[in-house]
């Protein structure tokens, strides 16, 4: 048997890692591997060798400079994965990123997309109630994003709960194994918060060779049963295979500038009729399910609070939830449904700090109970005509009267007093006023992805800001709230342990095995200032650390958290590795200058491959920090490579190139 023979052949290996990263879970849970095949499509007569997985390891890519002016100006991975076999053997690939399109570009359209003639659709195309194509008065020409953002990797099998036919692929147009990629888009930069987010369900090729995906269709989803999307940010895949959006910066009923942008863009643009627009449909927690044919519906949950949710994580029990709140003065917020893989009944309840939490200090949650309900009860309120001045009074001014408790939300003072018996709809339509006035500890800036360590029973939340109500002496900062922060502009992480016997504020148990009891700082940023930074290029943050964080992913096999930033801090956002048990924090992409790094979903196994998904929003949308030279050299590189700096990539990160090593082995 020849050394070769011992080790996985370039086409085993291709098979494993061409198309994605990593190792594939179902490798991973047996460790092992079979080898003995040469490095050509010859099948070898050496009886196999099992070789098993011992480790893995990323090696960084540099932070890109203007001495390589092009990788500013794009989505660059320089970065490699290094992988132990337990025979001493190592194999190093490299890194690399391929696209599924740049929006606004004609894709193939799924052939029930009947209100779009011909044989193309535009990617990230905004449609009106009637599916009509909405249109750019600028342009003349049909509006689209160039704000990709949350993404779900979704097999055959887990959207449809069976294993995928012949007559199924035929249905598809898929030679391999059909996998559907849900997209949203969260907005465009010509007119924040005035369109409807589109979402899409693409119909991917998985190549059953090589794990490569290509794109087969394009599907726009149908939103006129949720009334139009709000601003669909982060979002995430449910343990029983749904895409789990988010409606953020949920629009301000009492206009009293705590809240998004009014919902008129979306009663001119989409409902056709600006006075149709309500408030309160807004801000909830949309679900998609995708079908067997690739097309998809959309359900909008009313029971998990209107806030700014950044995106919800499902616990394994298929009932809890977290939520992250994307807010100055926002809260912590979990969900308990009653029903397993039902998010249509459950509690909500809100976070309050009874030790202080520091950069430095572990600090210990009571949950306060906003209170019960169905999704059917709270959209009955909306479309029953429900006002804000039903459900209580806020007020602007001190009215120095006892009966009105004093809040600060978005770093205003208001002063609110619930109606009689409208307890109810305060908690569920008027969320952030309502946990204020519970005494929620609604400290936090920009909480934003949420993911979860099973193995440990850990969850993160990223800060994409730790500054204003979480700083003593800032703007917001509430003293009782016992979150005491020093101002880190470049953010941070936090930990959340899980348990279960946990009590509400009422003195109630918690019907959960997965509740968090206690937060505590895992990363932060580091600031500094324009002069200090090491690139010249203008960051306000150190280039080697994170800055910003905002979209989580956890991968179980890999051990690792993955971290892509939203960041004013960084010239070029990063996408990052960090591993829980070395320590380590790895870049592994560069987004376009003035880009955020979105889309971001790392899933451990879909039949049998592991993928990141990776998408970036706004290119050429330059921090204030950024030197005058790099602006003059990346803005025409930009305009040139993403149609005048009105697009933006959906894809993925590959592994373009492989090098086989073998170390010497001990006798």
């Known amino acids: 048997m020849t050394e070769q023979a011992n080790h996985p052949s370039r086409r085993d290996i291709l098979k494993w890692f061409a198309g994605v990263p990593f190792l594939p879970l179902g490798a991973m849970a047996t460790a092992s591997v079979l080898s003995g095949c040469n490095d050509d499509d010859n099948a070898s007569d050496t009886p196999a060798k099992v070789v098993n997985f011992k480790s893995a390891t990323f090696t960084a890519m540099d932070a890109p400079t203007l001495a390589d002016a092009a990788a500013m100006a794009t989505t660059t991975v320089a970065s490699k994965l290094s992988v132990n076999w337990d025979d001493g053997s190592k194999t190093d690939y490299q890194l690399g990123y391929k696209e599924f399109f740049k929006t606004g570009a004609a894709v193939k359209k799924h052939p029930k997309q009947t209100n779009v003639s011909g044989d193309t659709i535009i990617a990230g195309g905004y449609f009106d109630v009637n599916g009509k194509a909405i249109i750019d008065p600028t342009t003349n020409k049909q509006w689209f994003s160039d704000c990709p953002d949350g993404s779900s990797l979704i097999s055959f099998k887990d959207a449809t709960g069976k294993d995928a036919t012949d007559a199924d692929k035929a249905t598809l147009g898929v030679k391999g194994n059909p996998v559907f990629h849900v997209v949203q888009f969260e907005y465009t930069s010509k007119a924040y918060g ?248 609604m400290a936090f800036t920009k909480m934003e992805g949420t993911s979860l360590n099973i193995k440990d029973k850990v969850a993160y939340s990223a800060l994409a800001n730790i500054q204003d109500s979480m700083v003593e002496g800032k703007d917001g900062y509430i003293a009782e709230h016992n979150v005491k922060f020093p101002q880190i502009k470049a953010g941070g992480i936090l930990a959340h342990q899980l348990t279960s016997g946990l009590k509400d504020s009422e003195g109630n148990l918690i019907n959960s095995e997965w509740a968090p009891s206690q937060s505590e700082t895992l990363l932060v940023g580091t600031d500094i200032k324009v002069a200090q930074d090491p690139n010249g290029v203008g960051n306000t943050a150190d280039p080697d650390n994170i800055a910003s964080p905002d979209n989580l992913k956890f991968s179980e096999t890999l051990r690792t958290l993955f971290i892509g930033e939203d960041s004013g801090n960084h010239v070029n956002n990063f996408l990052w590795a960090y591993n829980l048990d070395t320590k380590e924090l790895t870049r592994l992409l560069s987004t376009p200058a003035g880009a955020e790094s979105t889309g971001l979903h790392a899933v451990d196994s879909v039949n049998g491959w592991t993928y990141i998904m990776s998408n970036f929003q706004h290119p050429g949308e330059f921090t204030s920090g950024t030197t005058d030279a790099v602006k003059t050299a990346l803005a025409p590189l930009i305009k040139e490579n993403f149609d005048d700096g009105n697009s933006a990539f959906v894809g993925y990160i590959t592994a373009d190139s492989i090098e086989v090593s073998l170390e010497e082995k001990k006798a």
Not at 261 to 272: E, H, Q
Not at 276 to 294: M, Q, S
Not at 360 to 374: D, E, M, R, S, V
Request: with cysteine; net charge negative.
């Open 194 to 441: 005035e369109l409807p987010s589109p979402i899409a369900i693409l119909t991917l090729d998985q190549d059953s060779k090589t794990g490569h995906l290509d794109l087969v269709q394009y599907y726009n989803i149908d939103m006129s049963a949720a009334h139009g999307l709000w601003i669909t940010c982060g979002a995430s895949l449910s343990p029983w295979g749904t895409h789990l959006s988010s409606e953020e910066y949920e629009p301000d009923a009492f206009e009293q500038g705590i809240g998004g942008p009014s919902p008129k863009g979306i009663g001119k643009y989409y409902l056709n009729d600006e006075s149709k627009a309500n408030a309160y449909n807004y801000g909830h927690l949309p679900e998609i399910t995708v079908n067997a044919d690739g097309t998809g519906t959309v359900k909008k949950h009313y029971g998990l609070g209107r806030i700014s949710r950044e995106l919800i994580q499902v616990m394994p029990d298929n009932r809890t939830a977290i939520m992250g709140d994307d807010y100055t003065n926002g809260g912590l917020f979990m969900f308990v449904a009653d029903k397993e893989k039902d998010l249509s009944a459950g509690t909500l309840y809100v976070a309050k700090y009874t030790s202080q939490l520091t950069d430095k200090i572990a600090g210990n949650i009571q949950w306060i109970k906003l209170g019960h309900a169905t999704s059917d009860e709270i959209e009955n309120f909306i479309k029953g005509g429900i006002q804000p001045a039903d459900i209580m009074e806020s007020l602007t001014e001190d009215p120095n009267d006892s009966s009105y408790t004093k809040i600060v939300l978005a770093k205003k003072s208001l002063w609110v007093k619930i109606k009689t018996g409208m307890e109810k709809a305060a908690a569920f339509l008027e969320t952030h006023r309502y946990a204020a006035y519970k005494g929620a500890s």
